[in-house]
T-cell receptor, first 109, second 112 residues
Framework: DAKTTQPTSMDCAEGRAANLPCNHSTISGNEYVYWYRQIHSQGPQYIIHGLKNNETNEMASLIITEDRKSSTLILPHATLRDTAVYYC??????????FGTGTRLTVIP | DAGITQSPRHKVTETGTPVTLRCHQTENHRYMYWYRQDPGHGLRLIHYSYGVKDTDKGEVSDGYSVSRSKTEDFLLTLESATSSQTSVYFCAINREWDSEQFFGPGTRLTVL
């Protein structure tokens, strides 16, 4: 099963864009890229997902490379409340959602 | 909030005792999941359900059983709790396998 690789941690200044990378070089054609985040001890929260095209919603933008081997989650104007662990996940089935250890994003005032 | 509740929210029990955790949803979603999360780890899937009475194993199913007799409830049972099952347990739901999952608030279980 395809897995993802993310940096362990990142910092971002408040008000600036946070760009969180994810490598998924063994992704298969029917796997979606999902992003979730988990704010301290709460349940994970869905952010965005995509298959091939770039996606944008009220929370974030998702940029997927043309070969689909990597993606970037963009939080356009990070706030202190965006401090969380961000998980990049590949999904091709109900029992096939591997969270990994994610990226701990710290937004700095 | 996606209408998911978990009970109890906190539980301390002793090794060898049976424990049942409940996940309740008001969304009428087809899929329900149980995950566990341990320090330094992401979430790991224990069991999931794709309909009433339809369940399947996940990555870390040993020592756990589940039941789903109604759409809205998904029960996770530890038949004989062990200290290695001390963890935070999250329930999740989604409408279809490829739609976003919504998570409950979690249950913190301590097995002494």
């Amino acid at each position: 099963d395809a897995k993802t690789t993310q940096p362990t941690s990142m910092d971002c200044a408040e008000g600036r864009a946070a760009n969180l990378p994810c490598n998924h070089s063994t992704i298969s054609g029917n796997e979606y890229v999902y992003w979730y985040r988990q704010i301290h001890s709460q349940g994970p929260q869905y952010i965005i997902h995509g298959l091939k095209n770039n996606e944008t919603n009220e929370m974030a933008s998702l940029i997927i490379t043309e070969d689909r081997k990597s993606s970037t989650l963009i939080l356009p104007h990070a706030t202190l409340r965006d401090t969380a662990v961000y998980y990049c996940i590949l999904n091709k089935g109900a029992n096939n959602l591997f969270f990994g250890t994610g990226t701990r994003l710290t937004v700095i005032p | 909030d996606a209408g998911i509740t978990q009970s109890p929210r906190h539980k301390v029990t002793e090794t060898g005792t049976p424990v049942t955790l409940r996940c309740h949803q008001t969304e009428n979603h087809r899929y329900m999941y149980w995950y566990r999360q341990d320090p330094g780890h992401g979430l790991r899937l224990i069991h999931y359900s794709y309909g009433v009475k339809d369940t399947d194993k996940g990555e870390v199913s040993d020592g756990y059983s589940v039941s789903r007799s109604k759409t809205e409830d998904f029960l996770l049972t530890l038949e004989s709790a062990t200290s290695s099952q001390t963890s935070v347990y999250f329930c999740a739901i989604n409408r279809e396998w490829d739609s976003e999952q919504f998570f409950g608030p979690g249950t913190r279980l301590t097995v002494l």
